[in-house]
């Protein structure tokens, strides 16, 4: 490594080293911490620098590998860069790990940068679960922070928002963030190195690009010299204030946790400071992405939460199909997954000798299928609300056809309708189970639905028809049972409207 004024690179050691060391990645006492560095480069001068710089100050063992990924947008250009990429790799000695979008398409007109976004994610993610001893580098650089703060300013994103990008998050790492565009341009060129422009980064249509070619050089204008970039001064300032604070005390503020399901407490929500309410939610969300589940934006929840309304709110929309619902001090947060065929599952018996078969729920909670050494009682209120007595033939018989899932528009009720066993009256629709009930609609998209053919024929605390099946004087009986990890979780709901 040369430390000679002629060096182009010379100005950005020193932060760089800086940088590596301050979090813990720099050359250790004897064995590296992180033998392998991903690199994202997608062939811009901001990410072509920051692989040079990093070859510079790697510790000895530590390998590197460069991380491309192909949108699909222009098959000219992606081709183009593509082809640098691959070609910057091999000269340096560099392997190339390639993404693609799971689009079919190979040109994709006028898709948004919020997709193109999520699909470099998820190559991202995809690359750290499957090497766990990996840490990923990107290029962002100070005026990427800039821009993001300045979109972030009208957002609503709150204080938390004002960071812009961080320098860390999770095993991901971006040490360019104290260098400008100009100066890492000026650094390739002047020691001769290639960098690929993109000419889409003069087109005004994307939001981004009318915030650097529009928005800022008028704030510069308004306010010299510096401008904008003080916005970076208050982005460090942020990130310093928050990233020393002690760690939230989220198994207090949490209540449950399951994919697609959320419940915290409001009172003790209501006392953290707001910049620390959007930790917060930063947090349950993420943890939420890591089951593969889409998130709503985090701008959403905390434009409801800042003023939630006193009476009950049922089906909050908050984007990418979760709903918000406020019960007594409590809120709730699920994802109604769609209603597809996956969702809904055939059941059988447990084997011969198993004494219980768990079927679990994509939503939380189980079913437990036993068998009954004895005929039960079918007496009224002989057996608990959360549990279903059905004769083996439901199982056994070709026909109808037994499953469990969730409710469905425009679902039945066994029995009430022309359905199987039904008298050909006017069928009874499942939505009218919860017409001016308080189980808020987050409880409803949790319950399983047992249902015959396609009718309904048993909800855990809601509906029992089991007791009209046709039943055969002999045989054993079924008992499914119906398990939350907190069991008294929709008698809260009941209790508190």
Known sequence: MTSSSKDPFAPFDPPVRSFLARHGLSEPVGEPSCPLWGVAVSGGGDSVLLLRLLLRHRPPATKIEVLHFDHHTDPEKNARDRSFVFSLAEGLGLCVILGESPSPERRRLGVSETTLRDERQGFFRDYLEKHPEAVLFLGHQRDDRIETVLANLFRGTGPRGLIGIRERTGRIYRPLLSFGRAMIRGALEEAGHLFMDDPANLELSPLRNRIRLELRPEIDRLFPPEGTAHLDLLARLMEREISERPPLPIPLLLLEEAPGALRFSLRLYSFLPPSRQGEFLSEILRRQSAWKIPVPPERNLLRTLRTPPSDFVRNFPLGEGWTLDIVSEHADLVYHYPDTPNHQRMLSLPSEGEEALPVALPR????????????????????????????????????????????????????????????????????????????????????????????????PGWLDKTCELDRS?????????????EPSWWKKSLENP
Do not use: C, H, M, N
């Open 364 to 459: 939380g909670g189980r079913l437990w299928i036993r068998r009954l050494p004895e005929t039960p009682s079918f007496e009224s209120g002989a057996r608990p609300s959360l549990e279903a007595i059905l004769p083996e033939e439901a199982f056994t018989a070709r026909e109808p056809v037994l499953t469990v899932g969730y409710r469905v528009p425009g679902q039945t009720v066994w029995g009430s309708g022309a359905g199987a066993g039904g008298s050909g009256s006017s069928p009874r629709r499942l939505s009218s189970l919860w017409k001016g009930k308080p189980l808020p609609s987050s409880g409803k998209d949790r319950l399983p639905v047992l249902s015959l053919d396609e009718e309904a024929i048993w909800i």
């Open 473 to 485: 004087p002999k045989g054993s009986y079924i008992s499914i049972t119906f398990q939350l990890r």
